[in-house]
């Protein structure tokens, strides 16, 4: 089978999209799919399996096409002779174009829609909900729509998206890879204790109520937050913030660095406004980190009994009170480590997901009609 890959690439950034697109190819390949990756880097070396299209991106998650996009996209389809096409979503502006590019050449299309969502009444929610009218239509059109969760379905469905397309499919974490073990970091950060966050430093991911809770707390000088990443809050963090038991990392691309910090964490900590379902809270429960994160998108479904799940609405009182207990109670965190790995073992495995994402390939490139370009 080929499949064309509409996703993203990097050599600079590290954030879940990215990784995503990274985890689900390779794990394609390895399985012996023929996979033509279809991307915005243009300082990736392009090959047989790797194309980087013209776009004007703004970042990787906002790209402008130029005039003539859709005709290019259209003869690489047709002259790779691709079986299926799967888009991350969001991929570019040519997205709400896609569904009609692949069924006017016979080939079926599977989105994976990434786009963070938020239930309760807040202006995340209102964010949110506007992306998730404009992608409406196009997600309708798709022969699969891959989503994270059953509350993401429901708000796609109430939008017109037929549920016999949307497909249950959360991420997936080689637990092979991420699992316990040990260490160099915290001998490297002279640490008896450590924190960590890994993620965007974005104003909907409240970093900044995650350092003023760890400080408060007045944990003993052995003890280090590490926080991971970096967006347009990071220099105001690391003003305002500037402490011997807190380290600003910057992005991390190396995953064996991010997987020796998360194998060195006590606990890991997920304070966003919004989420989809965070690949990075997925892969410190699969290290064994006591794992906290607020009941947002997904995260709060995919943690709830094997972590701390908290309440936006209490935030900072929560986020206080959860800190200074497992700052207080080591052994609290050795137990919610445990119960995480076993939750990323058992429900968020990369193996599971690519058993069952090929499958739905195989049961859609049956039921496609015949490509008119064979």
Not at 84 to 113: K, M, Q, Y
Request: hydrophobic share 45%; aromatic share 6%; charged share 25%.
């Amino acid at each position: 089978m080929r499949v064309a890959w509409l996703g993203h690439r990097s050599t600079t950034g590290a954030d879940g999209i990215i990784t995503y697109s990274r985890e689900i190819t390779n794990g394609l390949r390895d399985r012996g799919v023929d996979v033509l990756f279809l991307h915005h880097a243009r300082d990736q070396v392009d090959d047989d399996s790797s194309i980087a299209l013209d776009a004007f991106a703004l970042s990787h998650r906002l790209v402008l096409s130029p005039p003539g996009s859709k005709r290019k996209l259209l003869d690489l389809l047709r002259a790779h002779e691709v079986d299926l096409v799967h888009v991350s979503l969001a991929f570019s502006s040519l997205d709400f174009n896609l569904p009609r590019i692949c069924h006017e050449l016979g080939i079926p299309i599977v989105a994976t829609f990434h786009v963070p969502y938020d239930t309760r009444f807040s202006v995340w929610r209102g964010i949110s909900a506007a992306v998730y009218r404009l992608y409406a239509q196009a997600l309708a059109e798709c022969d699969a729509v891959i989503i994270f969760g059953e509350a993401q379905r429901d708000i796609l469905a109430g939008l017109g998206v037929p549920r016999d397309v949307i497909h249950v499919l959360p991420n997936g974490v080689d637990v092979s890879r991420y699992s316990p073990g040990p260490s160099r970091k915290r001998a490297e950060l002279h640490a008896e204790r450590v924190f960590s966050y890994v993620g965007r430093l974005d104003p909907e991911k409240n970093v900044d109520v995650l350092l003023a809770a760890f400080l408060d707390a007045d944990p003993p000088a052995g003890a280090r937050l590490v926080v991971v990443g970096g967006g347009v809050e990071r220099r105001r963090l690391e003003r305002r913030y500037a402490d011997a038991r807190v380290l600003f990392t910057g992005v991390v691309t190396d995953e064996h660095e991010r997987i020796d910090i998360l194998r060195a964490s006590d606990a890991f900590f997920l304070p966003s406004s919004v989420e989809g379902l965070s690949l990075a809270m997925l892969e410190a429960m699969a290290c064994g980190a006591a794992t906290v994160a607020t009941d947002v998108g997904s995260d709060g479904e995919a943690l709830r009994g094997a972590g701390v799940v908290l309440d936006p609405a209490h935030l900072e009182s929560e986020l206080r009170a959860t800190i200074r207990l497992l700052v207080e109670t080591p052994p609290m965190c050795e137990l919610l480590g445990r119960l995480a790995r076993e939750r990323a073992v058992g429900r968020f495995s990369l193996s599971d997901n690519l058993d069952a994402l090929l499958a739905l390939y195989h049961r859609l490139a049956q039921e496609a009609p015949v490509a008119a370009h064979r």
